[in-house]
């Protein structure tokens, strides 16, 4: 099993930034790929962004690419999401979660993810 704890979510102004953490426990060493996933009340979960757990390999959905960077630190077990020049569509519950190489799927469905953190609120005033 693998556990994911999220952090850094708050409110911010538009235009403002934010960085999230995902620190990940357990049997990371079958750990393939992390992934950022957010939801939006009333709306479907959506991708966000993903990386490689050993590093690279790295897609943003269109909505966020140029704003937001997805970066890991082995040593510490924990995935960050850079959120910059963020815009109050932005405003959602961001989860984390991680897939093996065992998984099915491409990298932004969300049903291909076998573990998932208990997320946390971003809010962007206007």
């Known amino acids: 099993q693998v556990q994911l704890v999220e952090s850094g979510g708050g409110l911010v102004e538009a235009g403002g930034s934010l960085r999230l953490s995902c620190a990940a426990s357990g049997r990371t060493f079958n750990m393939y790929r992390l992934a950022w996933f957010r939801q939006a009340p009333g709306k479907e979960r959506e991708f966000v962004a993903t990386?490689?757990?050993?590093?690279?390999?790295?897609y943003y959905a269109d909505s966020v690419k140029g704003r937001f960077t997805i970066s890991r630190d082995n040593a510490k077990n924990t995935v960050y999401l850079q959120m910059n020049s963020l815009k109050p569509e932005d405003t959602a519950v961001y989860y984390c979660?991680?897939?093996?190489?065992?998984?099915?799927?491409?990298?932004?469905?969300?049903?291909?993810?076998?573990?998932w953190g208990q997320g946390t609120q971003v809010t962007v005033s206007s």
């Open positions: 979660a991680a897939r093996t190489a065992y998984s099915v799927g491409t990298y932004y469905d969300a049903r291909a993810y076998e573990y």
């Open positions: 990386i490689l757990w050993s590093g690279g390999s790295t």
